[in-house]
T-cell receptor
Framework: GAVVSQHPSRVICKSGTSVKIECRSL??????MFWYRQFPKKSLMLMAT?????????EQGVEKDKFLINHASLTLSTLTVTSAHPEDSSFYIC????????????FGPGTRLTVL | DAKTTQPPSMDCAEGRAANLPCNHS???????VYWYRQIHSQGPQYIIH???NNETNEMASLIITEDRKSSTLILPHATLRDTAVYYC????????????FGTGTSLTVIP
């Protein structure tokens, strides 16, 4: 099946810094990607829809200036957590639909962000 | 928003069938039922999906009631590696459509 990768898998940063997380579709093109965050023992919460060549669509309550999304190509979306704070520590997961398979949403392995 | 209800947790003996229920009483006619699972600290993994007919693949079977208001995911011979959180999701079958996750069922397979 299709593969989605994320980089880095883990990141630790100091409060106030910005962190960029990459999401790549490895063997298919993705005009749309999705970003989720997941707190311990909680479900995945959709943050935003990343659209290639246009602005991302954010879910209600998600600060677009805090979580910057750039979908620069058909295989890459990036999520930048700006001025990170300890409460931003979470597991961030991206996903992408494979239009050729049409049936499935492929998820990346996730990025564990820890803000000190 | 999630439109499904699942029990928070279940246990299953290794080698036995695991039957995971899901209620989706407000499902609309063009919405499919999808099942994903998430093993600890990994991204969710696709299992199966269906519209109204029962479906089977190498991983599991999906039984959807005739009124489509509920479904059951069946893992025929559970192994320890099937221990995970299982999510039932309903959505229209369009690639650009979002997946909204509910709370899922934490399945523990017991040796």
């Amino acid at each position: 099946g299709a593969v989605v990768s994320q980089h880095p898998s883990r990141v630790i940063c100091k409060s106030g810094t910005s962190v960029k997380i990459e999401c790549r579709s490895l063997d298919f093109q993705a005009t749309t990607m999705f970003w989720y965050r997941q707190f311990p023992k909680k479900s995945l919460m959709l943050m935003a829809t990343s659209n290639e060549g246009s602005k991302a669509t954010y879910e209600q309550g998600v600060e677009k200036d805090k979580f910057l999304i750039n979908h620069a190509s058909l295989t890459l979306s990036t999520l930048t957590v700006t001025s990170a704070h300890p409460e931003d520590s979470s597991f961030y997961i991206c996903s992408a639909p494979d239009w050729s398979s049409y049936n499935e949403q492929f998820f990346g392995p996730g990025t564990r962000l820890t803000v000190l | 928003d999630a439109k499904t209800t699942q029990p928070p947790s279940m246990d299953c003996a290794e080698g036995r069938a695991a039957n995971l229920p899901c209620n989706h009483s407000t499902i609309s006619g063009n919405e499919y039922v999808y099942w994903y699972r998430q093993i600890h600290s990994q991204g969710p993994q696709y299992i199966i999906h269906g519209l109204k007919n029962n479906e089977t693949n190498e991983m599991a079977s999906l039984i959807i009631t005739e009124d489509r208001k509920s479904s059951t995911l069946i893992l025929p011979h559970a192994t320890l590696r099937d221990t995970a959180v299982y999510y039932c999701i309903v959505r229209e079958k369009r690639p650009g459509n979002q997946f909204y996750f509910g709370t899922g069922t934490s399945l523990t397979v017991i040796p």
